[in-house]
Nanobody, 116 residues
Framework: QVQLVESGGGLVQAGGSLRLSCATS????????MGWYRQAPGKQREMVAT??????NYADSVKGRFTISRDNAKNTVYLQMNSLKAEDTAVYYC???????????WGKGTQVTVSS
């Protein structure tokens, strides 16, 4: 019943910016943890950024360029991506997690393509 829908992906030139959004539906309960993973062609899926009420983590490759934020009331998470590089090209996946029942939900992904 829980659905996550990403938006905001697209094509951008190197040095540009994009803002990804991930909206949840089908639940009135909050999530303990929300964040973003990405997967580039031929590479493993990697954590980009995660956020809880206590912790925020970023991949080393995006520190200083990406910022994760969330609206707890809406169970929505955002990823502001600045100074984009060609290496950021990937499908970006949103996730949400409840620790009480160890449930994790994933979005379908949104394509981010950075041209140089």
């Amino acid at each position: 019943q829980v659905q996550l829908v990403e938006s905001g992906g697209g094509l951008v030139q190197a040095g540009g910016s994009l803002r990804l959004s991930c909206a949840t539906s089908g639940s009135n309960l909050s999530f303990n943890e929300m964040g973003w993973y990405r997967q580039a062609p031929g590479k493993q899926r990697e954590m980009v950024a995660t956020k809880t009420t206590l912790m925020t983590n970023y991949a080393d490759s995006v520190k200083g360029r990406f910022t994760i934020s969330r609206d707890n009331a809406k169970n929505t998470v955002y990823l502001q991506m600045n100074s984009l590089k060609a290496e950021d090209t990937a499908v970006y996946y949103c996730y949400a997690r409840r620790w009480s029942n160890t449930a994790t939900y994933w979005g379908k992904g949104t394509q981010v393509t950075v041209s140089s």
